[in-house]
């Protein structure tokens, strides 16, 4: 138990570290990559991001989309990628490939959909490499360069408020 206290405690440190030194990138890129990182126990419907990245003109394969469980990776067989606290180490180390390998993708957008105040969750869209993170309200407004003020059930509330706000920044590319 004093360990699992430890192992938080290095987690919070690589975390505002992870904040800290981030450096915002902003300019005119369309957005043509989409990663997502999801609470599967709050909301499990996969369907509406693929809706979302069709909306957005991006392309079926360059959206990923990762789910995060606090039960056990086999309560949700129906997810190519879902993870639990298991898979994170001491210092914010990441313990499987798939999700590192996911990390390591530079998309051009990280939507962080989620509204508990975990941990894990947090460190997933802090060391993720993507150019332009958006959320939605989040106890930590540091994570995100562009929060949405929604409900977590709201997904259409977000959706529209989301391609509205991409399309003043000049993110969304036009249909060819």
Known sequence: ????????KSNIKRLNKLVSIRNV?????????????????EI????LFRSLASDLNIRPKN???IAFSNGKKEDHNSW????DPKDFGWRGTIKDVELQSFLDTKFDALISYYAKDQLELKLLTALSKAKFKIGILQIDERLNDLIIKSNISEFNVFKDELIKYLTILNKIKNEQ
């Open 1 to 8: 138990m004093i360990l699992k206290g430890f192992k938080e």
């Open 25 to 41: 990138d902003v300019n005119n890129s369309k957005i043509e990559s989409l990663g997502v990182i999801m609470h599967i126990d």
């Open 44 to 47: 499990d419907d996969f369907e």
């Open 63 to 65: 959206l990923k989309v």
């Open 80 to 83: 190519d990628m879902c993870f």
